[in-house]
């Protein structure tokens, strides 16, 4: 299955090993690789993951051919952010070969149309956060675990975060976001609460390390973004 090419992300897709239970009408999927944004990196993985199990019910797959998700598993993956010096992510498109596509081809840069799952999960993730072209080392975050139910990318969906900080501490966050934003998925709305906890302000990098400031720092509060701004009270 080496090659193959997930249409709505529009990213290369390497896949393993690929088995399927008939009684629990899931689909199972070995050592996972998706390509990055070619603006972003040519060689690079968006994401690599140890396996991938997706849930279907199998009577309208069978009978009417139709596809509905019921779960979507991700184990052990590794997921690489890179912002652009423009403000653009590399997850901010699906994939279109260009960090922001001209405003001319942003309605080919859209989220599949009601798409949606009953549930996603990522478990015992990696994440690694940086910069295109920096000598800043990134930021990497470990123990990532991520649930989110009745998931639709045209409407809002619940969603719990947890994740381990880089230089100790850990971040529960919870709330709500969408409708998915189709042409810069970077900006899409969520409403959230957020739990810091004994989280190193400057290995985290909230504070240049230079400055001399450190120290253990807690928070509990709201974090919520209309997809443009983002704030923290």
Same mark, same amino acid.
């Given at each position: 299955?080496? @090659?193959? $090419?997930?249409?709505? =992300? ?11 239970? &008939? ?6 999927? /070995? ?6 944004? %070619?603006? $972003? ?11 991938? *199990?997706?849930?279907? /019910? ?22 690489? =952010? ?5 403000? #653009? ?16 081809? *942003? ?13 996603? /999960? &990522?478990?015992?993730? *990696? ?9 800043? +080392? ?15 990318? #045209?409407?809002?969906? %619940? ?9 100790? !501490? ?7 976001? !969408? ?13 959230? #609460?957020?739990?810091?906890?004994? #989280?190193? &302000?400057?290995?985290? @990098?909230?504070?240049? %390390?230079?400055? @001399? ?7 509990? !509060? ?8 983002? +704030?923290?009270?």
């Amino acid at each position: 299955m080496s @090659g193959a $090419f997930f249409r709505g =992300l529009r990213r290369q897709v390497k896949l393993g090993d690929l088995g399927l239970s &008939i009684l629990s009408g899931t689909v199972g999927v /070995e050592d996972i690789s998706i390509s990055d944004d %070619p603006a $972003f990196s040519k060689s690079s993985s968006f994401i690599t993951a140890k396996s991938l *199990k997706v849930g279907v /019910e199998l009577m309208p797959l069978i009978f009417s051919k139709q596809l509905n998700v019921t779960g979507i598993a991700l184990n052990e993956p590794q997921i690489t =952010l890179l912002k652009a010096t423009n403000g #653009t992510w590399n997850f901010s498109s699906p994939g279109t070969g260009t960090p922001k596509a001209p405003e001319s081809e *942003k309605s080919g840069a859209s989220t599949p149309q009601n798409f949606s799952v009953a549930k996603l /999960e &990522i478990k015992d993730g *990696k994440l690694i956060v940086g910069k295109v072209n920096s000598a800043t +080392k990134p930021q990497v975050y470990d123990k990532v675990n991520v649930e989110v139910t009745n998931f639709s990318s #045209t409407s809002q969906f %619940p969603f719990d975060l947890t994740i381990n900080r880089p230089g100790g !501490g850990s971040a529960k966050v919870s709330g709500k976001a !969408g409708p998915i934003n189709p042409q810069d998925w970077a900006k899409t709305p969520f409403d959230a #609460t957020m739990k810091l906890k004994d #989280t190193d &302000i400057a290995a985290a @990098g909230f504070v240049d %390390p230079a400055s @001399g400031l450190g120290g253990l720092a807690d928070f509990d !509060g709201s974090l919520n973004s209309n997809g443009g701004h983002a +704030k923290a009270a």
